[in-house]
């Protein structure tokens, strides 16, 4: 009973370890492992020694810290293409995308992160991950606020009470009272809006993604040249919702 404790107890922490990338997404080194996670070094060596054999994490050979392995993505990826979303509504996607000429992303929440997990381009007909990045932020993006105004109301209270409103722009939200404001508008429309929030000159309109439980499980939207995304506003708002529809009502959603 022993070793199985100690064995359990070594996977939760490399679990801790990897943990780590999610909110940090820089390399790390043995020193910052264990000041994180309050364990001595040579427990961290260990197990990190152990996750790089495995290609969970891979080392930086210049600067002796460790990145995210080859391994994680290939998890990552088969996970991404799991999800019910993708193999469900890529078809539909597929269709904003070319009907508008403009990429359009389709994200989801991993923990308290908003994360892109499939994209499509109309200049190649086929799906790319995000090669770097997948992480968006939640305030300044279509995907990450409808997200968040679908979210039972105490997860999102307890995810803003510390978030860091980063200003990108000038139309970026940096006050909780006039963001939350703005998910009160997205709920009630069922549209998000990026308009020019995280990149000057780059906009969005999107739509979530409803289960049969009438939770939402993903968000999608078109992203593009801002001009162009806001000369067909009305149109992109209409496909959205068209959109919304149609990936909601196959994943059983009936409201």
Same mark, same amino acid.
């Given at each position: 009973?022993?070793?199985?404790?100690?064995?359990?107890?070594?996977?939760?922490?490399? /679990?801790?370890?990897?943990?780590?990338?999610?909110?940090?997404?820089?390399?790390?080194?043995?020193?910052?492992?264990?000041?994180?996670?309050?364990?001595?070094?040579?427990?961290?060596?260990?197990?990190?020694?152990?996750?790089?054999?495995?290609?969970?994490?891979?080392?930086?050979?210049?600067?002796?810290?460790?990145?995210?392995?080859?391994?994680?993505?290939?998890?990552?990826?088969?996970?991404?293409?799991?999800?019910?979303?993708?193999?469900?509504?890529?078809?539909?996607?597929?269709?904003?995308?070319?009907?508008?000429?403009?990429?359009?992303?389709? $994200?989801?929440?991993? $923990?308290?992160?908003?994360?892109?997990?499939?994209?499509?381009?109309?200049?190649?007909?086929?799906?790319?991950?995000?090669?770097?990045?997948?992480?968006?932020?939640?305030?300044?993006?279509?995907?990450?606020?409808?997200?968040?105004?679908?979210?039972?109301?105490?997860?999102?209270?307890?995810?803003?009470?510390?978030?860091?409103?980063?200003?990108?722009?000038?139309?970026?939200?940096?006050?909780?009272?006039?963001?939350?404001?703005?998910?009160?508008?997205?709920?009630?429309?069922?549209?998000?809006?990026?308009?020019?929030?995280?990149?000057?000159?780059?906009?969005?309109?999107?739509?979530?993604?409803?289960?049969?439980?009438?939770?939402?499980?993903?968000?999608?939207?078109?992203?593009?040249?801002?001009?162009?995304?806001?000369?067909?506003?009305?149109?992109?708002?209409?496909?959205?919702?068209?959109?919304?529809?149609?990936? /909601?009502?196959?994943?059983?959603?009936? $409201?």
């Amino acid at each position: 009973m022993g070793k199985e404790r100690r064995l359990i107890q070594s996977i939760k922490r490399a /679990s801790d370890i990897l943990g780590l990338f999610i909110v940090e997404q820089k390399p790390l080194g043995i020193t910052e492992f264990s000041k994180r996670l309050g364990l001595a070094k040579t427990t961290i060596a260990s197990i990190v020694q152990t996750l790089e054999a495995i290609g969970y994490l891979e080392k930086d050979p210049s600067s002796g810290r460790y990145r995210l392995g080859p391994q994680i993505f290939q998890l990552g990826m088969q996970c991404a293409s799991n999800i019910d979303v993708i193999t469900t509504g890529r078809a539909w996607i597929e269709r904003l995308c070319f009907q508008f000429r403009e990429p359009v992303n389709v $994200g989801t929440l991993v $923990g308290d992160k908003a994360t892109i997990v499939m994209r499509i381009e109309p200049e190649n007909h086929f799906m790319v991950f995000p090669q770097a990045g997948p992480m968006i932020p939640l305030h300044s993006t279509c995907i990450g606020k409808l997200l968040l105004a679908y979210m039972e109301e105490s997860r999102r209270n307890a995810l803003l009470s510390g978030y860091a409103f980063d200003k990108f722009t000038g139309n970026t939200f940096t006050s909780k009272t006039r963001f939350s404001t703005e998910l009160e508008t997205v709920k009630a429309t069922g549209i998000g809006f990026d308009r020019e929030e995280t990149i000057p000159g780059m906009a969005g309109i999107g739509g979530p993604v409803f289960n049969r439980a009438g939770a939402v499980v993903a968000a999608f939207a078109v992203t593009g040249n801002a001009e162009n995304i806001m000369r067909q506003r009305e149109d992109i708002i209409a496909a959205v919702r068209f959109t919304t529809y149609q990936i /909601s009502s196959q994943l059983g959603y009936q $409201g």
